[in-house]
C-alpha cells in the first residue's frame, strides 16, 4: 500500500536548510495498522504530509494506494482518506451537512453520499446525530466525526495523525475499538502517527520509529520489545540461592542471571514461556521457587535505547 524509497523533505530557514526528513525507505502491506512513531521534531508528521500529498518531496519516490506520489498526486489524493490532528469541522453544520459535502467534493451523487453518511454514522457511534451541530458534539464525538469524513469516499489507506490527541481515557479506548474496525468493516490500511505508547502497541500491527528524520528501528511491538530489552524472570528462592542462580544461568535462551539475597533475576528472549521451564529445572533440583514475575520490557524502553530520550509524558502533540 506504501513503498517509500529515500524519501526527503528540505526545509530553507533563515539560518539555513533543514533537513526535516532525511531519506526514509519503508513499507507498508494491505490490510495492517501501522505505527509511526518518533519524538517531537523527528520526521513523523512531515513524512506523513508528504504521503498524503500536502507536502513535495525533496527527494526520492514513493508508491502510494497504487500511484506515483510524484507523477500522479491527484490519484493517491483519490485513493487516501486524511484525518489530521486538529478537526476542520464548520461548528455551526450538522453532522450530516459535513459528511455529505465531502463526498460531494469527491463526486458522489447526494443519494449516495446520504446512504453511506449513515452506514459510517452507525458504525462509528454516531447514528442518531445526523442534525446535531458538530460545534455541540463532545470531544469523542468530534473526532469520530473527523474520521467518518475521511471515510466518506471509501479510501483503501487512511492516515491519522494522532487521533486521540486530548481524548478522556474511555473516549480513548472507545475510540480504538473504531480505528481496529477500519480494518476490520471498511478494509482499509490504516497509517498513523500517535505520542502515546500504549496506543501503539494497542493497536497497531507494526511500527516505524524514526529520529532525526530516519528510520531507526521497525517491527511488530512484541518483536521491538524483545530485540531491544528482553524481558526479566524473577524468582524468589527459598532454600541454597547460589545453586539457583548457577542453574539459572547455565539454561539455553538465558542472557544473564544475577542473585541479590534470595532472588535470582534472568533476562532472557521470551519471558512467559522461560518462566515455566525454570521452575520446572529448580523444582527438578529440589529448590522452591516461594515467588515468580516476569517483567516486559514497555514501548518507552524501545525509545529510550533507540533515541536516547523517553517518550513518556515527555512530548506534547504537534511536532514534525
Known amino acids: ?172 479506548a472507545n475510540l480504538w475499538t473504531h480505528i481496529r474496525g477500519l480494518r476490520d468493516r471498511e478494509r482499509a490500511t490504516v497509517f498513523l502517527t500517535t505520542h502515546y505508547l500504549d496506543e501503539a502497541d494497542a493497536l497497531c500491527d507494526r511500527i516505524l520509529i524514526i529520529d532525526h528524520g530516519t528510520i531507526v528501528a521497525h517491527g511488530t511491538p512484541a518483536e521491538l520489545k524483545r530485540r531491544i530489552s528482553g524481558e526479566v524472570v524473577t524468582l524468589t528462592i527459598e532454600g541454597d540461592g547460589e545453586k539457583a542462580r548457577d542453574l539459572v544461568a547455565a539454561q539455553a535462551g538465558v542472557r544473564d542471571a544475577q542473585l541479590a539475597g534470595n532472588v535470582v533475576r534472568a533476562t532472557v528472549d521470551h519471558g512467559d514461556a522461560a518462566a515455566l521451564a525454570l521452575m520446572r529445572l529448580l523444582d527438578g533440583a529440589d529448590i522452591l521457587v516461594a515467588a515468580l514475575s516476569v517483567a516486559h520490557p514497555t514501548l518507552d524502553d524501545v525509545f529510550l535505547t533507540m533515541t536516547g530520550r523517553s517518550l513518556r509524558d515527555a512530548d506534547a502533540p504537534g511536532g514534525n
Not at 26 to 46: D, Q
Not at 82 to 90: C, I, L, R
Not at 130 to 158: E, F, N, W, Y
Request: net charge positive; proline share 5%.
Open 1 to 172: 500500500m506504501i513503498e517509500a524509497r529515500g524519501l526527503a523533505r528540505t526545509f530553507q530557514t533563515r539560518t539555513g536548510p533543514v533537513e526535516a526528513v532525511r531519506g526514509v525507505d519503508f513499507h507498508v502491506a494491505a490490510g495492517e495498522i501501522v505505527g509511526f512513531l518518533g519524538p517531537n521534531g523527528a520526521g513523523k508528521t512531515t513524512t506523513q504530509r508528504m504521503l498524503s500529498t500536502l507536502l513535495s518531496p525533496t527527494a526520492g519516490t514513493a508508491i502510494v494506494a497504487g500511484c506515483d506520489l510524484r507523477k500522479d498526486p491527484v490519484g493517491v489524493r483519490r485513493q487516501i482518506g486524511y484525518v489530521a490532528q486538529g478537526g476542520a469541522t464548520n461548528p455551526m453544520a450538522t453532522v450530516d451537512e459535513e459528511l455529505v459535502t465531502q463526498a460531494r467534493l469527491y463526486g458522489m451523487t447526494r443519494h449516495a453520499a446520504e446512504a453511506r453518511a449513515k452506514v459510517l454514522r452507525t458504525e462509528l457511534d454516531l447514528p442518531d446525530l445526523g442534525q446535531r451541530q458538530a460545534g455541540k458534539l463532545s470531544g469523542g464525538q468530534r473526532r469520530r466525526l473527523d474520521i467518518a469524513l475521511g471515510l466518506m469516499h471509501t479510501p483503501t489507506l487512511v492516515f491519522l495523525d494522532e487521533p486521540s490527541t486530548g481524548l478522556d481515557p474511555h473516549s480513548r
